[in-house]
Structure formats: structure tokens, C-alpha cells
């Protein structure tokens, strides 16, 4: 009766997600449709952390995503070798910011949420250890400023690899995804449940139907929605973050293989990260409210390269000028605004939004009143309407979990589909991929055009 069970919108790590979810369950007939290449937006621009969020802990709210997002890393771990890998972190406690108490309470609570995850416990450092761990730190801020410091683990990624190793594990598993498409239509079907829907690509548009349509967009969501015609339930807020990837010579004579990263307080509360990278140096992130644009060809505005240099140059012993500067890239938090005490509803939807959806309602303009950082990373899956989802928010680290949830509520909607297996390795063909396409295993997050 339909072309299609699911058809899915958006290539990023929701999208391929839930298409390697779908395939692992043996439905049928899923197919994703992206309008640029896989990966090639948020899902390549990330701190490449497969962590559970140690800063979440300071919101109670928050600590079941910690949780999840936890139990997630260390399955991600044991699935996803050479994709995923232990990184150690230092964590210093200056005086003046968070204390050394505060810092060691949470790290126990992180490691018993943690419980058998496969990476070790946190520790105290001596004085003497902080530098052979990172030996890049600021030496005269470490011994003038800090009461204690600490060790602890997390793991890093190759974001946009896990994106294109899923997607082709999918087509393996008998899914389907197109690239360089855009779904520029979605109609219900009148007399059925299911959609008519518009694809339109350089071989020109065509008309399929579907049972059930995912927005998987990102950022894009709501403006898909208000493309098609269909009233956003959820708001959101755009949150850009910028990271730095310094040259290897950035600091002299340390190999990046050879030091753990740090979590640094900075003077305004905040974290940074400073992360070895592919041979390289990693720091980020910032947080910036994104204008009323499409998302774009972003990159980190001057304030947010200044805040993260003046970062640098107070917890680092690097050359951080700008011949050391490799690049700089920008992806976008779409985060969801779940406040029953901010409603937000739209009557009509207007044309002009047509043309830039991202100046319409369902984007905030503005962050008064809102502190982006207690903002949750949770993932909300909404039923816009009977038979087509939307996906808002989330951390690339429970993608996976997410996804699967979703994967069950579709199979019962169907009424067909059995248990998901992306969490065994069996369902990811890395041995045959890495023979047959060697290619999607480099990653290059940052020379991909959003």
C-alpha cells in the first residue's frame, strides 16, 4: 500500500541513528533522505566526547540523562572499538571557582553512576602527576591558584565515522538513505493514514508515499515543518558552539597522544575543553544564542575565538597565536524548550516564514531570562502529528539509546519489526566495512560545508 514504512528526514546521528535501529529490527522498506551528505552538520561538529556530562551533576534534574548517557558510553566502548576510546581527563580545583570538595563529590557521584563501565575510577593527583598528565598546563596558575586536582575518564569519538559506518550498516541490514535531496513536501494522505510526500533531487522531484515520516532535521525541524505546512508543537533554541583545533607545534615537544585532555573552570563559570585531537589540539566550546538565519556556513564569530584564546592563555602553556591556529568550526545545539511555564503555541502559520522559517516563533530570538547552560540536553521525540515524529535536542552520546526508543514505539505502531541489536557488534560489520570502504573511517569534521 505505501512505498514506504519510515521514511526519515536528515542525515545527522538521530537520522542514521534510527535508520540503523529500523534495519536491525528487519523492517522493511526505511529509507533516509538528506539534503546535503551524512554528517555533514552538528553530527561532525562536535567536542568528539562520548562523555555523560560531569557539569550536569550541578542539576538534579538532570542526573537520569547522566545516567543514561553513561550506561551509554560504555556500550558505545565495547561496540565501537578504534571509534571510541578512553580518554583520561585532568580536572583541576581553583581557588576562587568550584571547590576541590564540590569537584570530588561530584566525580564520586559520576563514577557510581557510572558503576562497571569499563573505564577506571577517578583519583587525587599530586602536584607532580598533574604535569606528567598534562604537561601543557598553565605550571604558575596550577601552583598558585589550584587546591587539588583530579583524574578522571570519559572517551572520545570519531563523530562523523560513527555517522557513515551506521548508515552503511543499515544498508546492509537492508535500509536505504539518499544524499544531495531535500524532502520539500509531506501531505497527509486523505482517505489513509500514511503521507504523500515530495523528494526532490538533481534527477528531479518525484512522489512517494509513506506510513510514517521521521524529522530527524536538527536544527532544521521546525523549519521542515513549517515548509510542509504543519504547526511546530515545540519551540527551540539555536545554541551555537565553536571550537579551535590548534597545530601539533602549538605546544612544543608534547606529542597530544602522549597527555590526557583537561576540564577547565574558566572566570565566568564555565567549562572548557582542551582535548588531544587526531594529532592535534582540540578546545571548545562556547555557547551563543544563533540569529534568526538559517544555520549555515556557520563559523565562530571573533567573541567567541577571543573567548576561547583568553581561555587558552590563562590555564594553557601554549603558543596560541594565530599561525598556530589550524582551523576553527561551528555546529549548532538545537535545544528544545520544555518549560510548561514558557507555552508556546502558533494560531496560523504565516507565508512569510516560508522564506525564513528561522525568524518564526518556533526559534527563540532571544536568551533573557534563560540560562543556556542548566538548559537539559535531554532528547524530546514528539508525535507532531498521528504518524509523523519529530526528534528535538539531545546529546550525540545517548544517540544511540534515543533512537532505539524510538525504533520500539515505531515497531508497535507498525505492528511488525522485532528487538533492536545495535548494541552488539554484530550489527555494525566493522571488519567487513573497513575492507570494503575504507574511506568512511577518516574522519574530516571541520572542511565539510554545513
Not at 173 to 184: R, W
Request: aromatic share 8%; net charge neutral; glycine share 8%.
Amino acid at each position: 500500500m505505501y512505498d514506504l514504512e519510515v521514511l526519515i528526514v536528515g542525515g545527522g546521528c538521530h537520522g542514521v541513528g534510527l535508520l540503523h535501529d529500523l534495519a536491525s529490527r528487519r523492517i522493511p522498506n526505511v529509507h533516509l533522505v538528506e539534503e546535503k551528505t551524512l554528517s555533514s552538520g552538528t553530527s561532525s561538529r562536535s567536542t568528539k566526547l562520548v562523555h555523560g556530562g560531569l557539569r550536569y551533576l550541578e542539576h538534579l534534574k538532570q542526573w537520569p540523562l547522566v545516567s543514561e548517557a553513561l550506561s551509554e558510553r560504555a556500550i558505545l566502548l565495547r561496540i565501537l572499538k578504534g571509534l571510541v576510546q578512553p580518554l583520561p581527563f585532568v580536572l583541576p580545583a581553583f581557588k576562587g571557582d568550584r571547590p576541590a570538595w564540590m569537584l570530588q563529590a561530584g566525580l564520586f557521584i559520576y563514577d557510581s553512576l557510572a558503576g562497571d563501565g569499563g573505564l577506571p575510577r577517578s583519583r587525587r593527583l599530586s602536584t607532580e602527576e598533574i604535569f606528567e598528565a598534562a604537561p601543557y598546563l598553565n605550571r604558575q596558575r596550577i601552583l598558585g591558584q589550584t587546591s587539588a586536582a583530579f583524574l578522571y575518564y570519559d572517551a572520545q569519538m570519531l563523530d562523523d565515522v560513527i555517522v557513515r559506518v551506521a548508515a552503511e550498516a543499515a544498508v546492509k541490514l537492508g535500509a536505504s538513505y539518499e544524499e544531495n535531496a531535500s524532502v520539500v513536501g509531506v501531505e497527509p494522505l486523505h482517505q489513509h493514514d500514511g503521507f504523500k510526500v515530495r523528494i526532490k533531487s538533481a534527477q528531479g522531484e518525484r512522489v512517494i508515499t509513506a506510513r510514517t515520516v521521521v524529522n530527524a532535521a536538527g536544527a532544521w525541524n521546525n523549519a521542515n515543518l513549517i515548509r510542509w505546512g504543519i504547526t511546530p508543537k515545540i519551540r527551540c533554541l539555536l545554541n551555537q558552539g565553536s571550537h579551535l583545533i590548534f597545530k601539533n607545534s602549538a605546544v612544543p615537544q608534547i606529542q597530544p597522544e602522549d597527555a590526557a585532555a583537561s576540564l577547565l573552570q574558566n572566570k565566568d563559570g564555565r567549562v572548557v575543553f582542551f582535548i588531544p585531537w587526531n594529532g592535534e589540539w582540540l578546545l571548545g566550546t562556547t555557547e551563543s544564542l544563533l540569529p534568526a538565519q538559517a544555520p549555515r556556513g556557520l563559523k565562530p564569530s571573533a567573541e567567541e575565538i577571543s573567548y576561547l584564546l583568553d581561555a587558552a592563555r590563562l590555564n594553557l602553556d601554549i603558543d596560541a597565536s594565530e599561525q598556530n591556529i589550524k582551523e576553527t568550526f561551528a555546529g549548532v545545539r538545537t535545544m528544545p524548550i520544555n518549560d510548561k511555564s514558557k507555552s508556546f503555541s502558533i494560531a496560523t502559520l504565516k507565508s512569510e516564514w516560508s522564506e525564513n522559517p528561522f525568524a518564526s516563533p518556533a526559534y527563540m530570538q532571544s536568551t533573557e531570562g534563560l540560562n543556556i547552560s542548566a538548559l537539559s540536553r535531554e532528547t524530546i521525540i514528539d508525535e507532531t502529528r498521528p504518524g509523523l515524529f519529530s526528534i528535538y535536542g539531545g546529546k550525540y552520546t545517548t544517540y544511540r539509546a534515543e533512537c532505539e526508543k524510538l525504533g520500539s514505539q515505531l515497531t508497535r505502531l507498525l505492528k511488525r519489526g522485532g528487538q533492536s541489536t545495535t548494541r552488539t557488534s554484530d550489527a555494525w560489520f566493522l571488519a567487513e566495512l573497513l575492507e570494503e570502504m575504507p574511506d568512511i573511517f577518516t574522519s574530516s569534521p571541520s572542511t565539510r560545508a554545513i
